[in-house]
């Protein structure tokens, strides 16, 4: 599909921009990276060959049984029985560059937990044994997805929001802005940890929760765009040839109003992984054994003598935010009407 000219100055403009267009896709290439992280850290092996034929357990669960061993249980592949039962038959397995997951613990450990990074652990263990590099992986997934999915959905309702009022304006505005002064008066951190005591925190849960407050961010841009929008003579000429509003507020005047929008979307984005990481390291976010940035940096807190720990989470963390901040930059600097 061929940009226009006006979004062709646009993507040039962020080309020019030399440290967001490299934070872009350095950003690109770590949560592309992530998604995969199944591939990366498990303690699982990607591929068993055994007896002439092929087994996925990364993808698959299957019982030592199938391996000639004794009970119907799944498979502990660590295990030195069913290596020696699987070597018998001239087998071997491929295993991923980390043999643990973000909930795997280390048994074989040569020093009380957390243990320093060694060849088994690259990184070392937090305070229960699990690999702090295998945490990390799994954890910046999740705060990027779960970032990614709360800007989306915040854009959207905002984004309507703020059309219909600028739009129409008058008691509807007025009721619409009256509204939100009293909702983003409430205090969602308490709302977060009274309603923890009732309902087991997770993925979608904290999403619902934060959505209820994140849309109101946008609202205020959208509206300024359509207020101004409304007025214009090719909005009047599309009244006066009747033209729907729904066609004219999303044809015609939600495409100007998007210019200031995507500008704001990458900050959106680095607040959405802050929250969720100050929720985690409060114990509100997340259930208790996710991989957590925000629980990485609250067991940093907890052991002072383990430095690995609050040093591989304040460099994921610090590297994470300057990156979208980066690309925030470049984007703002593309759009900006100015240039």
Known sequence: MRLSPINQRRLHRFKQHKRGWYSLWIFLFLFVLTLGAEFIANDKPLL????????????????????????PLQANYKSPYIQQLIAEKNGWMLWPPIRFNYASINYELQEPAPARPSKQNWLGTDDQGRDVLARVIYGFRISVAFALFLTLCSAVVGIIVGAIQGYYGGW???????????????PMLFLLIIMASFVQPNFWWLLGIMLL??????????????????????????????????????????????????????????????????????????????????????????NLQAPWLGITAFTVLALMLSLLVFIGEAARDAFDPRK
């Open 48 to 71: 068993v060959e055994y007896d002439g034929e092929y087994y996925f357990p990364i993808v698959k669960r299957y019982p030592e049984t199938v391996f000639a061993g004794e009970f």
């Open 213 to 302: 407050f994140s849309w109101m961010s946008l609202v205020d841009l959208v509206r300024a765009e359509f207020l101004r929008g409304r007025n214009l003579e090719y909005v009047r000429a599309a009244q006066a040839l009747g033209m729907s509003d729904r066609k004219i507020m999303f044809r015609h005047i939600l495409p100007n109003a998007m210019v200031s929008t995507m500008t704001y979307i990458p900050f959106l984005i680095t607040g959405a992984v802050g929250t969720l990481t100050a929720l985690d390291f409060l114990g509100f976010g997340l259930p208790a054994g996710s991989a957590s940035l925000g629980e990485l940096v609250a067991q940093a807190k907890a």
């Open 172 to 186: 509807i505005d007025l009721i619409g802005q009256r509204f939100m002064e009293i909702w983003s008066g409430l």
